[in-house]
């Protein structure tokens, strides 16, 4: 089996939006690209056309997008083109490439980034044991707080926005600045 792989650094124009589906959640964002080329009678680089892309991301990689990425991030997609067709309500075939991304990071000629790893499920269900082992039963999972540890600390802290984001340390992206 053969598919066409690509990928392509572009500029998100938009907060990614999460999406639950009959093939389960996932997270849809677009990506302009902007072509440049050089003028020599410019003596430099000019800008051509702009190009854009829509993006599906399914599973944590979705996730980890949406909870990671903001309107105008330098972003590098790498995925599977594949092109949609569907019938509209007028009865013509329709159709529009989108790319199904196996990865998503920042682009960091832009800016720079922090990530945090995100442990596995049999890495967390190991430390929920050790710390429950050591600590008295409580039927809160902490100190009331709803947490494994007790401390009251989720791995997300509030953004601006109102959405919530990974506290910062090394794994998915986290923050760009630039």
Sequence with gaps: MSQTSLTIRGNLTAKPERITGSKGDFTTF????NESYFDQAVGGYVDGRTSFFRVVAFRQLGTNVYK?????DAVVVTGKLRINQWESAAGDTRSAPEIEAYGVGPDLRFGIATYQRIPSQRQQQ?????QTAEAPADPWGGEQDGTPDGSGDS???PREDGESAP???SGP?????G
Aim: hydrophobic share 45%.
């Design 173 to 177: 992206l986290l923050e760009q600045t």
């Design 68 to 72: 990671s990425l903001s309107k105008g």
């Design 167 to 169: 506290i910062p340390s």
């Design 126 to 130: 190991a430390s929920w044991r050790n």
């Design 30 to 33: 677009r990506v302009a690209v």
């Design 155 to 157: 791995g997300f802290v």
